[in-house]
């Protein structure tokens, strides 16, 4: 009877770890981060990153949006150039669960391995780099990195990455 209890949180755990994006960044230690004040989006390192078209939309979106709110504004004459880059990498779980006569009254360990099932389940891991470059010394100044599970629903798409790009851009301006 526990185990059917505790079977909804345990759910609720598993789906919140999923959703988790982890973040990363680095930065110039010599840079005053307060000189920058606009930016733009460097297209010929935009334009080389394989992902498709719309999704390079979201996330430049999202880097505006979460630009704007820190003051920021976009220029033809920026201090700033944006550039970003994706990685993906397929993750295949399997998972065995057999089931047979064991000790007890229950089911347990089965030396034959009568009953057996095999469940596999495979998930997406993304990662994707923000990188902020100075736009007179040609110089990376910060770079920002988010890693998590992607979803292939369309309709959590666009949530998935303004929360990828929210939470590394929350980093900047770092703290020194």
């Given amino acids: 009877m526990k185990a059917i209890k505790l079977f909804p949180v345990l759910l609720l755990f598993v789906l919140s770890a999923c959703s988790s994006v982890s973040v990363y960044s680095d930065f110039d230690k010599g ?15 935009i334009d080389r990153v394989q992902i498709s078209e719309m999704d390079k939309k ?20 920026p201090d700033l150039l944006i550039n970003i880059f994706t990685k993906e990498r397929e993750q295949v779980d399997v998972n065995q669960y057999n089931m047979g006569w064991g000790y007890g009254w229950r089911g347990g360990w089965n ?11 495979t998930s997406t891991e993304g990662t994707l780099y923000i990188d902020l470059i100075d736009s007179k010394r040609k110089e990376l100044i910060w770079e920002g990195e988010g890693v998590g ?5 369309r309709s959590g798409k666009d949530a ?8 590394i851009l929350a980093q900047y301006p770092p703290k020194k």
């Avoid at 840079?31 to 390192?45: E, I, L, M, P, W």
């Avoid at 996330?59 to 976009?74: N, P, S, T």
């Fill in 111 to 121: 030396p034959y391995l009568w009953g057996g099932q095999n469940f596999v389940s």
């Fill in 149 to 153: 599970y992607l979803t292939q629903n």
């Fill in 31 to 45: 840079v005053d981060f307060s000189q920058y004040k606009t930016y733009a989006f460097h297209r010929k390192g």
């Fill in 58 to 77: 979201r996330i430049l979106q999202a880097i505006d949006l979460e630009l704007g709110k820190k003051g920021m504004a976009k220029s033809e004459n």
């Fill in 160 to 167: 998935r990455i303004n929360e990828f790009v929210a939470k």
